[in-house]
């Protein structure tokens, strides 16, 4: 079908392919990675090289594991019967995806298309838009987002985004978007707050504070990650959402909560917030929804959203005027519907609960012998181990040392991530998600792995 000489193939990724997230200038004297095959949760690269993807696909995307057949024959059968169709009409995969995933959201009832978690994003900044305009006179149109917290890589997103490293040189953002602080307990003195016994309640409090000083009749929605992704593997300390909810309640806020990464799954739960006891107005998801296999974002809302776009008037600005071109690709729902099956039918949220717990024991245990792992956090199999040069004043370490980490893990055929984005040049926290299908010896894998590489690094 293509080229299989993978020289060539090397060189025409070196001459042309601009790679995300990537300095290029080392591949000017090594070769890029390829990756060339996937089975369960490992993966193969151009030299023929395995690993076991404790990150599933890089970033916490394949939830089901690589090589699954019967997703790829349901997209097969789906692209020859009808690959297409964008615009006012429905297909037959994007009704029944609805459907199926309705059925796991109780409270939400309405799911809107696209292709990418910031587009998902941002088409529900634009509907808290449109509401400010058609009930408030314009005014309440603010959206608060939060410190370490990641909603996607377009300006809008970027302006809603709370990690400074990933915004550097990319401003002057959008207005409108206002932050609130971020909830690290790990962290909690950089608040003033590491004493606190009710540090979950004084973080939530802290956005109310940011409501009352911007106006209450300003601020049109609040969006959150569930557990916070990329700034730290941060899952929100007991007593945080309950006071979150209420605080949007009170001053009639829409609550937004970005599932892109915690969504299908990856936290023990379908949703992230389904650990927390929380009713969202708004829910984003994308990554896990089809595990990669196709691209497909959703959006989805309750009947109170949907409903405020939908009336019997003339006014031609009253529907939700947006469109998504490739959020009428079929390949998406088809993947995604197979996906929701094989997580359900493999008891798959079980598995995540029981290898979650088992990854974190084995982290603990790492910082019990590691005096550079000052904490361990998580939510599933979705964990974070945060390095620190000191446990007491909890410096990061340099993130040269924490990918030095990562390079280690990977020369012994374990991939693993580094993220934090909080502090340019400070990315310390190691993030590990494998797919949900992972075992006993899959997790132990990965921490002998990390055990190795700490040792190898740090002494
Ligand atoms: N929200 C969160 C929480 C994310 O982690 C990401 C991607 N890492 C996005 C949104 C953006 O998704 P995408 O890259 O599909 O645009």
């Known amino acids: 079908m293509y080229d299989n000489d993978i020289s060539n193939v090397v060189e025409a990724d070196r001459a042309h392919v601009w790679h995300h997230l990537t300095q290029h200038k080392p591949y ?22 395995e690993y076991l993807d404790g990150v599933s696909g890089g970033v916490w995307t394949v939830n089901v594991g690589y090589g699954r057949e019967s997703i790829a024959d349901a997209v097969r059968d789906q692209l020859v019967k009808l690959n297409y169709f964008a ?17 796991k959201m109780p409270g939400l009832s309405r799911v809107y298309y696209n292709n990418s978690g910031s587009e998902a994003n941002e088409k529900a ?18 959206i608060l987002f939060r410190e370490r917290d990641y909603h996607g890589t377009t300006i809008a997103c970027l302006s809603a985004g709370g990690q400074p490293e990933r915004n550097a040189q990319y401003g002057p953002f959008t207005p409108g978007f206002v932050e609130v602080p971020h909830c690290l307990q790990y962290r909690a ?63 009639d806020i829409l609550l937004h909560i970005d599932e892109v990464v915690c969504g299908l799954g ?4 379908w949703f992230g917030y389904q650990n927390y006891g929380i009713e969202p107005d708004m829910v984003t998801m994308a990554k896990g ?42 390949a998406g729902p088809a993947a995604a519907l197979e996906n929701i099956r094989i997580i359900e039918d493999e008891g798959l949220l079980d598995n995540t609960l029981a290898m979650g717990a088992r990854l974190m024991m084995r982290l603990e245990e790492l910082k019990e012998k590691h005096k550079v792992v000052g904490d361990v956090r998580g939510k599933g199999l979705f964990c974070g181990a945060e390095l620190v040069a000191d446990r007491l004043t909890k410096e990061p370490v340099a993130e040269k040392l924490a990918q030095q980490v990562v390079a280690e893990c990977s020369a012994q055929g374990v991939l693993i991530g580094v993220t934090n984005r909080s502090l340019p040049g400070r990315n310390n926290t190691l993030c590990l998600s494998p797919a949900l299908i992972a075992t006993e010896d899959n997790i132990d894998e990965i921490a002998a792995a990390m055990d190795v590489a700490l040792t190898r690094v740090f002494g």
């Open 189 to 251: 003195h950089e608040q003033g707050l590491e004493n606190a016994a009710n540090y979950g309640e004084l973080a939530a409090n802290a956005i109310e504070e940011v409501i009352l000083r911007e106006g209450p009749d300003t601020i049109g929605a609040l969006c959150l990650e569930p557990v916070t992704a990329g700034g730290g593997v941060i899952a929100p300390p007991e007593g945080y959402w309950p006071r979150v909810q209420e605080i949007c309640r009170k001053y």
């Open 289 to 330: 929804v089809a595990s990669g296999y196709a691209a497909i974002a959703c959006l989805v809302t309750t009947e109170k959203v949907f409903d405020m776009f939908k009336d019997d008037s003339t006014d031609p600005l009253n529907y939700f005027r947006d469109i998504s071109t490739f959020g009428g690709c079929t």
């Open 266 to 269: 990856r936290t023990g739960t």
């Open 125 to 142: 900044f634009k509907m808290v838009r449109q509401i400010a305009h058609k009930r408030y006179g314009g005014k309440k149109h603010k």
């Open 28 to 49: 000017e004297t090594s070769d890029p990675r390829i990756m060339v095959e996937g089975k369960g949760i490992r993966i193969w690269d151009q030299a023929g090289r």
């Open 87 to 103: 615009g006012s009409a429905g297909s037959i995969p994007g009704a029944l995806f609805a459907k199926r995933l309705i059925e």
